[in-house]
């Protein structure tokens, strides 16, 4: 199991003492400054796109769009992260200075809109199975009630589904956190704390991908980064563990079974 | 009109961001496989079209890299896959359900089937090359250049098992649950013990959804290079194939050359045969996945 390699974690951990030099904490503060820069800006790119899609594929496409619609947006799921990398950094970093002029072609903002991008398909499908979740005969019952499409989704449809869309979001945002290949090839990777979103950043598993290298076995900086590496676990694991609380109390409430 | 107004845009702009999303994706999947299909074929702009020797040493760097990847995916596979397919057993059909080291466990199993790729970057350095090989190098006797304690094939294969367990965990466990339980029921009145419903009744009723997942968890980590950079893949290598060298990797290729500057362009057709080559087959693991899903929809409308 992988819960093998926990203890190694916790030996490196052992070696961290408490006298962290002022010139490290300074550099883990950037780096986390970083990652809420980039998870952020990925959030608000994923958010508007995901959801308005996931509701029309949900409750106001026909049935026989959606059979197509819904396995063509998760086929994006299936293309690596490398590719995706290698498109922000080819396509969209330039086209993105083009538009707005920004100092540096690889900087925060890059890295944000990609990963947002990236994780559209993970959380649109998400959406969807939380609103297509909801009995169809509510959204047909409010109808019958005399609602128009808008506003049983808004009444009906929405609440009942809104903390699997808690949930989805939540998980988004994890990936987001935990994103390396497409923020360690277009965000510029400097340790820079400002607060413009155009300046390069690194976030946290960034540093680890490329720190670890010219890292003495043993040494201070060693057990630093398995103590980054070791917040990222358990903040990913929190926010798995949060969105799989609130799946799990609504299958109870539709009376399913729960895995 | 003051009613239908905000359902009018609801209807409108959901429309049009879904469609627009669908156009996206379709255009960057097909322009990914069809675009780059002429490069391939010819080279960059033509400039080094037909069989010249560039195009030769292409296509002998692009089977090294193909052979580094497919080795890798393979030794992966070989680790994971039956470790996994027993974990879910275990956890579909012996743990005892309610008991909280059941639940603290599937707890564990789903968290980490969603933590980051660095992280287990992070622990195969920590733990496969830091403890296990050093200590191997240790056990072998005093020679000074370490055999097994750095990066190699075999501990990146065992890392990215390490990072597919959990989800192909998950996956299996969601397709045993999935085989209805009067089967189950109906296999244990005729006297069947527990490992004759596991192998008779579970697995050939479940296999489908056990391939599926599968399949999609392999065709991931296929794609995956995150943990390579801790434990193993470099950019270019002189030496072969070996369970405790460093070795090429195809995806791992894409971002070597991806980040070089665009002033050297003569990595180029490599780069793009790199990007094509692995969009195709991860689609194709993906399109796998998808056929055997298809599958076991139709399975289930049939039993209705």
New interface residues.
């Given amino acids: 199991m992988a819960l093998e390699a926990m203890p190694a974690l916790f030996v490196r951990l052992g070696g961290l003492g408490t006298s962290t030099p002022i010139s490290s904490r300074w550099n883990l503060i950037s780096l986390g400054w970083g990652s809420v820069k980039v998870v952020m800006i990925a959030l608000t790119v994923a958010i508007p796109i995901a959801i308005p899609a996931a509701l029309y594929v949900s409750q106001v496409a026909p049935v026989r769009w959606r059979v197509w619609l819904k396995p063509t947006l998760e086929l994006m799921q299936g293309v690596p992260t490398v590719v995706l990398a290698f498109l922000a950094l080819w396509v969209l970093a330039p086209a993105l200075q083009r538009a707005f002029g920004a100092p540096f072609l690889l900087n925060g903002m890059v890295a944000g809109v990609a990963v947002g991008l990236a994780i559209v398909p993970v959380m649109f499908s998400l959406v969807e199975d939380a609103l297509s979740a909801v009995p169809r005969e509510w959204f047909r019952s409010a109808l019958a009630l005399g609602a128009t499409p808008w506003e049983a989704v808004r009444r009906v449809v929405w609440p009942a589904a809104a903390s699997g869309i808690g949930a989805a979001v939540l998980l988004g945002m994890s990936q987001a956190l935990g994103e390396t290949m497409i923020v360690m090839m277009v965000s510029g990777n400097a340790t820079l704390p400002g607060w413009s979103l155009w300046d390069p950043v690194r976030t946290v598993p960034v540093e680890l991908a490329l720190e670890w290298v010219g890292t003495a076995r043993g040494s201070q900086r060693y057990s630093e980064l398995f103590l980054m590496g070791f917040v990222l676990l358990g903040l990913s694991m929190a926010l798995q563990g949060l969105a799989r609380m609130i799946r799990i109390r609504n299958a109870r409430q539709r009376g399913e079974v729960a895995s | 009109m003051n009613?239908?107004f905000?359902?009018w845009?609801?209807?409108r702009?959901?429309?049009v961001?879904?469609w627009a999303?669908?156009a996206s994706?379709?255009s960057?999947?097909l322009g990914?496989l069809l675009v780059v299909v002429p490069v391939f074929l010819s080279g960059w702009d033509g400039q080094e079209g037909g069989s010249s020797p560039a195009l030769d040493h292409r296509g002998s760097r692009l089977s090294l890299l193909l052979l580094g990847t497919a080795t890798r995916t393979l030794l992966m596979s070989l680790a994971a896959i039956p470790?996994g397919i027993l974990?879910a057993v275990y956890l579909a059909e012996y743990a005892p359900s309610g008991a909280r080291a059941t639940r603290i466990l599937r707890?564990?199993v789903?968290?980490?089937?969603?933590?980051?790729?660095?992280?287990?970057?992070?622990?195969?350095?920590?733990?496969w090359i830091?403890?296990v090989g050093v200590g191997l190098d240790r056990m072998a006797g005093d020679s000074a250049a370490p055999v097994w304690g750095r990066p190699g094939l075999l501990w990146a294969s065992l890392t990215l098992a390490?990072?597919t367990?959990?989800v192909l965990v998950v996956s299996t466990?969601?397709a045993l649950?999935s085989v209805p339980q009067e089967l189950r029921l109906a296999a244990m009145a005729l006297g069947a013990t527990r490992l004759q419903v596991v192998m008779r009744i579970l697995l050939p009723n479940a296999w489908v959804g056990i391939a599926s997942g599968v399949v999609l968890t392999v065709?991931?980590a296929?794609?995956?290079?995150?943990p390579l950079?801790?434990t193993g893949a470099v950019a270019e290598t002189q030496r072969s194939l070996a369970l405790d060298e460093p070795f090429v990797d195809l995806?791992?290729q894409?971002?070597v050359l991806?980040?070089r500057s665009p002033e050297h362009p003569s990595s180029r057709p490599l780069?793009l045969t790199c990007?094509w080559v692995?969009?195709f087959l991860?689609?194709l693991?993906?399109a796998a996945a998808?056929v055997l899903r298809s599958r076991i929809l139709r399975a289930e409308q049939d039993r209705l």
Avoid at chain 2, 113 to 125: H, R, T
Avoid at chain 2, 222 to 226: L, N, Q, S, T, Y
């Fill in positions: 009613r239908g905000p359902d845009i609801f209807r702009l959901t429309g961001v879904a999303l669908f994706v379709l960057l999947v990914l470790a974990t707890w564990l789903h968290g980490l089937a969603g933590v980051p790729s660095v992280i287990f970057g992070l622990l195969g350095l920590g733990f830091s403890v390490m990072m367990l959990p466990e969601q649950r065709g991931r296929f794609g995956e290079v995150v950079l801790f995806a791992h894409v971002f991806g980040t780069l990007v692995l969009v991860s689609l693991f993906h998808a």
